[in-house]
């Protein structure tokens, strides 16, 4: 794409130099741009994304004080050539974007020297467009956009994945409703007796928790529904959330039960206040300061080797090496 733009203005410049600026000429230009996009460009088509861009503005006050191209070239017959162009390529699948010589035309005489060349902004800018309309199909930019395409593709793993957790949550719906009929029964006949909750039910009321949490994720992160927005880190802003973490903990202190090196309760207690630092400084961006960097990278060994040795502890006092104590660790 980036050479076809360069040829297109080379092209143009030139046959401007050779025929002249008559109109007749430009129509000769409509019409062997018909033929080139019925012969080439709609194969073409099938297998990639064509773009033209229109031809960048000339800077005419610049243009006019070199002698050789004085009345030679004008924004005039260039619109003429462009609005050939887009008439030639209406109803073709070749993508006509007008908006770069409107940016152009923001800055123009900026980027040029003789009102014609430009250096290499314009050009990059060109290539931003051409990214935007042909990429922004395809991936989900970082920030919110106008360009993403409508619609949401499923895979087909996404797919059975989703039907499976929403047949664990009819599942366990329809045993819940079971259970309350027990219940409202048991009720009715004045039993005292209480039915126990069967581990199925369990089971499957779970993983509709968990399907609907991947539900959740899926939306934030794969589709457009919500504003997608880079992350601003702040130290003030982190250390308030620290603060609010802090006097959250404070409210629900509580005496432990046991008072021996490293019980249960404090080793607890350590990985949860790891745990909400390690929580801001990952929804925070607080990567982006060394200082706070190195104090996370030293709290997440901390919080391995306290989960290290609270398994040790266990295994080394209960003995329990079965398959399903392993699972739970």
């Known amino acids: ?59 005419e006050y610049l ?54 060349h430009y250096d290499g902004r314009p050009m990059n800018l060109g290539v931003d467009l051409i990214l935007n309309i042909a990429c922004n199909k395809r991936i989900e930019p970082v920030d919110a956009s106008c360009c993403v395409r409508n619609g949401i593709e499923l895979t087909i793993v996404q797919i059975l994945t989703g039907i499976f957790f929403l047949i664990c949550a009819i599942a366990s719906l329809i045993m819940w409703k079971k259970q309350s009929l027990i219940s409202n029964a048991d009720v009715e006949n004045q039993s005292s007796s209480q039915q126990p909750v069967h581990h199925s039910y369990v089971i499957l009321l779970n993983l509709s928790k968990f399907g609907l949490i991947l539900a959740y994720f899926y939306i934030c992160d794969r589709t457009p529904i919500f504003m997608k927005e880079s992350k601003v880190y702040g130290l003030g802003v982190f250390l308030a959330c620290l603060g609010v973490f802090f006097l959250l903990g404070i409210s629900s202190w509580k005496v432990a039960s046991k008072g021996d090196y490293l019980n249960r309760d404090q080793t607890d207690e350590w990985k949860g206040w790891m745990q909400l630092v390690i929580l801001a400084y990952h929804y925070l961006g607080a990567s982006a300061d060394l200082h706070v960097y190195v104090w996370v990278r030293i709290l997440v060994a901390s919080y391995l080797f306290m989960s290290a040795y609270g398994h040790f502890n266990y295994f080394w006092n209960k003995g329990d090496y079965s398959l399903f104590r392993f699972s739970q660790a």
């Open 63 to 116: 243009i006019e004080a070199n002698s050789e191209r004085r009345g030679l070239y004008d924004n005039e017959i260039l619109s003429a050539y462009d609005e050939a162009a887009q008439q030639a390529l209406e109803h073709s699948d070749v993508k006509v974007v007008k908006s770069f010589r409107e940016a152009v035309e923001q800055r123009l005489g900026e980027d040029t020297l003789d009102g014609m």
């Open 1 to 59: 794409m980036l050479r076809m733009e360069i040829s297109k203005s080379i092209f143009l410049q030139w046959h401007v130099k050779t025929r002249g600026k008559s109109l007749q000429v430009v129509r000769e230009f409509q019409a062997n741009l018909t033929k080139l996009n019925q012969k080439f460009y709609s194969k073409l088509a099938d297998q990639s994304t064509i773009i033209w861009l229109h031809q960048s503005p000339l800077a």
